[in-house]
C-alpha cells in the first residue's frame, strides 16, 4: 500500500517523539522501528529522518550526543526531552480527536465496523 506523503508528513513529529519514548536511539534504528511498527508499510529515507530530527533538535524537542559503541561505528544518538514530552502529549490529543472523528464519519457511513476505534 502507499501511504500518501503528506500524512508521513503529518505524522513523522509524533511518530518519532513517541519512538524515542522507549528510550534514546540513532537515525537508522529509528528508521528500523518506523517499519516495524508499521509493519512494512512506512519506508523512510534518511532524507526524511535527519531533517525532522535536526527540527526537533531546534525545537527543543530532542537532546543529541555523539558515541562510539565499542568496536561500532561513531553515531548520533537522540533522547527526548521534557518540551518534547509535553509536544507529544498535546499532538496524541489532537490525533486521537483526528482518529476517532474519521472513525465516526467512516462509520456513519457504512465503511467500518462498529468495533473499529472503540476504547
Excluded: C, N
Excluded at 500524512?7 to 528508521?31: C, D, F, N, R
Excluded at 512494512?40 to 531546534?58: I, N, S
Excluded at 514530552?85 to 464519519?105: F, H, K, P, S
Amino acid at each position: 500500500m502507499h501511504i500518501d506523503k503528506d500524512l508521513v508528513a503529518a505524522s513523522a513529529t509524533p511518530l518519532v517523539l513517541a519512538i524515542l519514548t522507549e528510550g534514546e536511539s540513532y537515525g537508522y534504528a529509528i528508521l528500523k522501528r518506523v517499519r516495524e511498527l508499521s509493519g512494512g508499510e512506512l519506508e523512510w529515507t534518511d532524507g526524511m529522518l535527519y531533517p525532522l530530527l535536526h527540527r526537533l533538535l531546534r525545537l527543543g524537542y530532542v537532546t543529541t550526543e555523539w558515541r562510539t559503541p565499542s568496536g561500532e561505528r561513531r553515531r548520533r544518538y537522540y533522547a527526548i526531552t521534557d518540551d518534547g514530552r509535553a509536544a507529544l502529549a498535546e499532538q496524541q490529543r489532537q490525533w486521537m480527536t483526528v482518529a476517532r472523528t474519521l472513525g465516526d464519519a467512516w462509520r456513519d457511513a457504512g465503511w467500518l465496523p462498529t468495533a473499529f476505534g472503540e476504547a
